[in-house]
């Protein structure tokens, strides 16, 4: 399973787009990127997945270079109720869904 | 919507006790997982299981068992509790299509905080 490299903490404003990058060198050609979020004293929950280039949905956008050796997850402006873990996790269908979850980064937006 | 849900939010139990967490998911998905979460651990996967009565270790299967005797049932088990098994335990599944490219969404449960004393 490809490890995921991911800040530990962020803080941004109201309003602000938060950028969340995640570094995975070691990922293999049928590897897919998924984020999920967390919120205190809940279970994780799904945002977003793709491949490469970019992909977009009510939530966020995910921006994944040509090499993919990295991703950006991309919030546009936030808000107070953002506040959460972020995880970003790097597998492919062939490991029966058995996904890797990393340290995650903890963004706090402020007022 | 896919609904996870845990037996108990919250468990107390002290050393030595068999303690059972128990997992139920309404969507007939074939995978279903049992994590814990620890403060500066994120989250590591205990077991999961891809179909009935089969179960595969995760990162961190000691002192951990589990079962799955129907499909939308899956139970982990504290054969006897150590304080150092004090954590927040998510259940979570996922669909396995086995044709698909990408990876399938794991759905997770509430979360059960077990503390032993």
């Known amino acids: 399973l490809a490890k995921t490299t991911q800040p530990i903490s962020m803080d941004s404003y109201e309003g602000q787009e938060v950028n969340i990058t995640c570094s995975h060198n070691?990922?293999?050609?049928?590897?897919?990127i998924t984020w999920y979020q967390q919120f205190p004293s809940q279970g994780p929950r799904f945002i977003i997945q793709?491949?490469?280039t970019k992909v977009t949905n009510e939530v966020a956008s995910l921006f994944i270079p040509a090499d993919r050796k990295s991703s950006t997850l991309s919030l546009p402006r936030v808000s107070l109720s953002d506040t959460a873990v972020y995880y970003c996790?790097?597998?492919?269908?062939?490991?029966?869904?058995?996904?890797?979850f990393g340290d995650g980064t903890t963004l706090t937006v402020k007022p | 919507d896919v609904k996870v849900t845990q037996s108990s939010r919250y468990l107390v139990k002290r050393t030595g006790e068999k303690v059972f967490l128990e997992c139920v998911q309404d969507?007939?998905?074939?995978?279903m997982f049992w994590y814990r979460q620890d403060p500066g651990l994120g989250l590591r996967l205990i077991y999961f299981s891809y179909d009935v009565k089969m179960k595969e270790k995760g990162d961190i299967p000691e002192g951990y068992s589990v079962s799955r005797e129907k499909k939308e049932r899956f139970s982990l088990i504290l054969e006897s509790a150590s304080t150092n098994q004090t954590s927040m335990y998510l259940c979570a599944s996922s669909l396995w299509d086995v044709g698909a490219e990408s990876t399938d969404t794991q759905y997770f449960g509430p979360g059960t905080r077990l503390t032993v004393l």
């Open positions: 996790l790097v597998d492919s269908n062939t490991n029966a869904g058995k996904s890797t």
């Open positions: 070691n990922i293999a050609t049928n590897d897919y």
């Open positions: 793709g491949y490469k």
């Open positions: 969507m007939d998905h074939e995978n």
